[in-house]
């Protein structure tokens, strides 16, 4: 039973738009998610992350945002390059395990 | 900084038979996690070590094993291996309770 879903498998957003990359969990007790990106042959690299107390996070180009009511979070993206196009998890936390979501890749277009 | 590495890159197995992966951590970390990440899927949970003990465990059978070493670094054992073992085996390094930085994994076939 997937505890973080990520529905849509891809993404393509043109370049210099803003993408938006959408989250749902079921579980009320994860206390944060974060958020990775992966490249092919590399492993998961740390983005953001956004406390289960907070409702936005924002580190330069990238913005998390938690609708605890909804289990729902999203990051954004703007503008968005070339270099962004990869796999991005959504992923939460319990007991210091990472739960991730199936991911969504993202094609950045020219 | 070399930051996390994992041997081999790649490798291929046979049904039934066993594999060893290896792990080094990052410079500094403590605690080393174990993901397998399944073609189309997330990375799963496999186990955590710290301080040479099982600190945590995920949702595999017993057939997955793992030892860490006085030094951190850290072993995957499978045995018996099933067509379904095939996937991207992840390791990741952190402090306990820490950002975890994950290595570049190996990318293990059965047939």
């Known amino acids: 039973d997937q505890q973080v879903k990520q529905n849509s498998p891809s993404l393509s957003v043109q370049e210099g738009r803003i993408s938006i990359l959408n989250c749902d969990y079921t579980?009320?007790?994860?206390?944060?998610f974060l958020w990775y990106k992966k490249y092919p042959a590399e492993g998961p690299t740390f983005l953001i992350s956004i406390s289960s107390i907070k409702d936005k996070n924002e580190d330069g180009r990238f913005t998390v945002f938690l609708n605890k009511s909804a289990k729902h979070l999203s990051l954004h993206i703007v503008p968005s390059q070339p270099g962004d196009s990869a796999v991005y998890f959504c992923?939460?936390?319990?007991?210091?395990?990472?739960?991730f979501g199936k991911g969504t890749r993202l094609h950045i277009l020219p | 900084d070399a930051g996390v590495t994992q041997s081999p890159t790649h490798l291929i197995k046979t049904r039934g038979q066993q594999v060893t992966l290896r792990c080094s951590p990052k410079?500094?970390?403590?605690?080393v996690s174990w993901y397998q990440q399944a073609l189309g899927q997330g990375p799963q949970f496999i186990f955590q070590?710290?301080?040479?003990?099982?600190?945590q465990r995920g949702n595999f059978p017993d057939r997955f094993s793992g030892h860490q070493f006085p030094n951190y670094s850290s072993e995957l054992n499978v045995n018996a291996l099933l067509l379904g073992d095939s996937a991207l085996y992840l390791c990741a390094s952190s402090l306990v309770e820490g950002e975890q930085f994950f290595g570049p994994g190996t990318r293990l076939t059965v047939l």
């Open positions: 410079s500094g970390h403590d605690t």
């Open positions: 992923a939460a936390t319990e007991d210091d395990k990472i739960i």
């Open positions: 579980n009320s007790m994860f206390d944060y």
């Open positions: 070590y710290y301080e040479e003990e099982e600190r």
